[in-house]
């Protein structure tokens, strides 16, 4: 997942429509003890190993009652090329599931056709009232799609920041490990009839660096239900955090310099990229000079009571470990997810033990370690200039983000 303004549009999109931050910071320490009876969710202990090509997915859970799959995707092989400099593209494909009526998407599995080069793909909800607007972008780019950095380009700025009712909002992600998620028998996302979806593939070119790469055919296969049903609605929250993560002492080079790696990242990425890297010190630290470290976090107020049924971290290839926590330092702390060793090929929603109720004013924190270490032992990493890494879309940057399912109260 990848973020530039339109990801204060996409990730802002949620949080800062839903969330309002009180503050964020960085340390080189870990943060204090878990609370043991919310730690069930460890990740796998073995060391990260960078980008695995995975197994097929499993197989569909049975349908249950009302529910009938629909499957929607790429009508024909993309063949994906970064921009000039890049390793990677973001690439909007508007697919049409034929809502004629209300109707819920109770489960949703991204089906990548083509493992090898891509890294995570969204799916975003597209209002009847935008599906012409995305027609537009689809029919003004050469080929199928558009090329989307950040988020799709369709909400228009601040407009598509919101949960529920954005214009731009998303209802599923996939990265490596992720599978179908099914959250009780009558949970959904809201689909209103002529409703669209366009499905933001992440194709990564580590591999062919960066030239155009092998062709893709990816799909969805979505769990519908059409009317007569009772179904509570899902909402989304995204927990981003800022990284500001040094070359190692070991390393030099002209991308070492925070600004010149920035300048960097937007050749590759867009000029959004910078504007996502200053709002992310706004949201996390109160627009103070950003301090470089390998643990950096961020605490986001709840504004709306909820009840959080399911959690999921994301970060690249110098991802060390994540934590998601309501209230630290309080009686009332919990930890929702705490992965010590995080494994970028195993980034699947974790579904609480218990759904737990949010209320107004609480507090939930994601802390990220990442280790610029690992760039000289990942063979996907090993051929590039050692750089400054901030949060950036490409699989050689990184982020910090937890991924929060709810219900609203």
Request: glycine letters at 12%; a neutral charge.
């Amino acid at each position: 997942m990848r973020w530039g303004f339109r990801h204060i549009v996409a990730i802002a999109a949620i949080v800062i429509t839903s969330v309002a931050a009180v503050g964020c910071g960085s340390s080189d320490a870990p943060t204090p003890a878990d609370n043991a009876a919310n730690t069930a969710n460890e990740a796998d202990e073995a060391a990260p190993s960078g980008h695995v090509h995975g197994s097929p997915p499993p197989p569909a859970a049975p349908l249950r009652q009302g529910e009938r799959f629909v499957e929607v995707g790429l009508s024909r092989a993309y063949q994906p090329t970064p921009p000039s400099g890049g390793t990677d593209e973001y690439r909007c494909f508007l697919v049409d599931p034929k809502v004629t009526q209300l109707s819920y998407v109770m489960g949703s599995q991204f089906l990548p056709q083509n493992a090898e080069i891509v890294h995570h793909a969204i799916l975003y909800r597209v209002s009847p009232s935008d599906v012409e607007r995305a027609k537009a972008m689809d029919a003004a780019t050469d080929g199928d799609g558009w090329r989307c950095f950040g988020g799709t380009g369709i909400g228009g700025g601040l407009s598509s920041l919101g949960g529920s009712g954005s214009r731009e909002a998303w209802i599923s992600g996939w990265a490596p490990g992720g599978t179908e998620l099914l959250l009780g028998d009558r949970t959904g996302f809201q689909l209103d009839p002529g409703s669209q979806l366009v499905m933001q593939v992440h194709y990564n070119l580590l591999s062919t660096k960066g030239k155009t790469g092998p062709a893709d055919q990816s799909t969805v296969r979505l769990r519908m239900v059409t009317g007569g049903i009772k179904v509570t609605p899902l909402q989304t929250m995204l927990l981003p955090g800022p990284i500001e993560l040094p070359c190692t002492a070991s390393e030099s080079g002209p991308l070492c310099d925070r600004d010149a790696a920035l300048n960097d990242l937007v050749a590759r990425t867009g000029i959004q990229a910078k504007a996502m890297v200053a709002g992310l010190n706004a949201l996390c630290n109160k627009g103070q000079p950003p301090v470089a470290g390998a643990t950096q976090h961020c605490d986001i107020k709840v504004r709306e009571a909820g009840t959080i049924l399911s959690v999921a971290p994301h970060m690249h290839l110098l991802g060390r470990s994540i934590r998601i926590e309501l209230n630290p330092g309080t009686a009332k702390a919990k930890t929702l997810l705490n992965q010590p060793n995080f494994n970028f090929d195993n980034q699947a929603a974790v579904p609480l033990g218990q759904p737990l109720k949010v209320g107004r004013g609480d507090v939930l924190r994601v802390t990220c370690t990442h280790d610029a270490a690992l760039r000289s032992q990942l063979p996907e990493l090993k051929p590039l200039q050692p750089r400054y890494v901030v949060w950036g879309d490409g699989t050689s940057d990184e982020m910090c983000l937890g991924v929060v399912v709810y219900t609203r109260a």
